[in-house]
């Protein structure tokens, strides 16, 4: 019987909503599944078929050592996704090179320590580190009243060390809230509405992504189309061409109501996969797929 692990994080476990239907879907196909914490040291991975990896939702404040263990499994077993397109995808900026694409990407300004930083003096702004999991460490601001904050916040990520993002805030995120498209096995499976509740500057943050809500809805033509380029260009980047097990493409709708890409993921989205009927299934059966 093939042995997968669904890798998880200590912090996580009991709190991703695809683990339970997953698991039993892949049970009635044969699969011997696991969920492990990655960063277990008494993992032997070698005695896995496939690792999954699933809720590692923790990564972002060691994403380091997080990288090293990605090639490290990677050397034991199979791995979903792939090293080298986690370890791209789990830095934000990957965001530029889909902009170099020419697919239409949320306007974004990296800051990197030691750069020079201008914060917009109007509107309202996001700000967040280049690698971040949930809503951690991820602020919203009213400008020009929070500039200091923002500012503050900005300054405070680079003494870290850690690159930042600035970004828009666009309404369209709490109304009508995101389309997120979900792949699984190259093919489109389902997507969902999610409104997230995005904190405003003053707000703790956390490092699981337990601040939003999502319900099913009927992504357009439109939708499908562009969030399949998007992950055509992160297959076309690596050189075998792979397709991912699993990706999410988070779409919002621009000033004119156009649709714009979020985010692109890769490494550990949630899949909503109670939100569909039979998406657990099309996840195992993909999973069993490239088990061989």
């Known amino acids: 019987m093939a042995r997968v692990a669904l890798v998880s994080a200590t912090a996580s476990r009991g709190r991703d909503s695809d683990e339970v239907p997953l698991l039993d879907a892949l049970i009635w196909r044969g699969v011997d599944a696991a969920v492990v914490t990655w960063d277990d040291r008494g993992v032997d991975w070698g005695e896995f078929d496939l690792a999954v990896i699933r809720s590692t939702w923790d990564y972002s404040r060691r994403n380091r050592e997080f990288i090293r263990w990605l090639h490290r499994v990677e050397r034991r077993t199979r791995l979903a996704n792939r090293a080298e397109l986690v370890e791209w995808n789990i830095d934000k900026r990957y965001l530029s090179d889909l902009a170099s694409a020419a697919l239409p990407v949320v306007p974004t300004t990296f800051v990197e320590p030691g750069d020079a930083v201008r914060i917009p003096d109007r509107g309202e702004i996001v700000v ?14 009213r400008m020009p009243d929070h500039g200091d904050e923002a500012q503050a916040h900005v300054d405070a990520l680079l003494a870290e060390g850690r690159p930042v993002m600035v970004q828009p805030y666009l309404p369209s995120v709490e109304d009508p809230g995101e389309i997120d498209l979900v ?37 357009t033509r439109e939708q499908v189309a562009l969030a399949e380029r998007a992950v055509r260009i992160a297959v076309d980047r690596f050189s075998d061409g792979e397709v991912p097990l699993y ?27 109670a939100t569909s009927e ?15």
């Open 128 to 141: 967040k580190p280049v690698v971040s999991a949930g809503a951690a460490d991820t602020r919203r601001y």
């Open 183 to 219: 792949f699984l096995g190259g093919r489109y499976s389902h997507a969902v509405r999610k409104v997230a509740q995005l904190l405003e500057h003053d707000a703790p943050t956390s490092e699981l992504p337990d601040n939003e809500f999502a319900v099913a809805t009927e992504a």
């Open 247 to 273: 990706a999410r493409v988070d779409l919002v709708l621009g000033v004119r109501d156009e649709p714009m890409i979020l985010e692109l993921e890769l490494a550990e989205p949630s899949l909503y996969l």
């Open 278 to 292: 039979g998406a657990a299934d099309r996840f195992a059966d993909a999973i069993a797929n490239a088990l061989g």
